[in-house]
């Protein structure tokens, strides 16, 4: 089944500066990637997603990329911000069938420091 | 629209009790999700359901563990006879079709098992 790495788990920045976290995984099949916030004692909530036939999607601060041959994608925030602060998961997933499931990483705990 | 609810937000349950999670899915959706997280960690798939059809229950526990999404009414996920390492966030989500568009998780429910 689908596994899905993601570095590094604990992310420090300085206010305006950019974050980047990395996923890989492993099932060539997964075509839906997404990335989801989750402050603490929230929900998570989606911020972005891509799908395979894309490799570039941006949307202001965040931007998302894919590596479809290397099989992996990575989450770019830039201009960040102390609101940005938070655990970050990303997921993949193949469409059809019962794989209705996501596979998520273990998630990437970000501070931006004021 | 309400979005995904569940209920309740918050539940202690003593070994050996049942613990029962509900989550009624957002207006039109007819597939849901339950995930569990553990502390400090990412989400794990549990349970797929469509109304009256368990679709994928992969990642539940063959024992203790059941999940139905009744006709009318909300999505229960149950355990029974909990014990302490079931404490956890069980978060459910839905959407309209097949997954992989970006599905919206609920508040969860915090099970805390003493």
């Known amino acids: 089944g689908e596994n899905v790495e993601q570095h590094p788990s604990t992310l420090s920045v300085q206010e305006g500066d950019s974050a980047v976290i990395k996923c890989t995984y492993s099932d060539s099949a997964s075509n839906y990637f997404p990335w989801y916030k989750q402050e603490l004692g929230k929900r998570p909530q989606l911020i972005i997603d891509i799908r395979s036939n894309v490799g570039e999607k941006k949307d202001q601060r965040i931007a998302v990329t894919l590596n479809k041959t290397a099989k992996h994608f990575s989450l770019h925030i830039t201009e960040t911000q102390p609101e940005d602060s938070a655990v970050y998961f990303c997921a993949a997933s193949t469409t059809g069938g019962s794989q209705g499931n996501l596979i998520f990483g273990k998630g990437t705990k970000l501070s931006v420091k004021p | 629209n309400a979005g995904v609810m569940q209920n309740p937000r918050h539940l202690v349950r003593r070994r050996g009790q049942e613990a029962r999670l509900r989550c009624s899915p957002m207006?039109?959706?007819?597939?849901v999700y339950w995930y569990r997280q553990l502390p400090e960690e990412g989400l794990k798939f549990m349970v797929y359901l469509q109304k009256e059809n368990i679709i994928d229950e992969s990642g539940m526990p063959k024992e203790r563990f059941s999940a139905e999404f009744p006709k009318e009414g909300p999505s229960i996920l149950r355990i029974q006879q909990v014990v302490r390492g079931d404490s956890a966030a069980y978060f459910c989500a839905s959407s309209r079709t097949e997954a992989n568009y970006g599905y919206t998780f609920g508040s969860g429910t915090r099970l805390t098992v003493v």
């Open positions: 207006k039109g959706h007819s597939h």
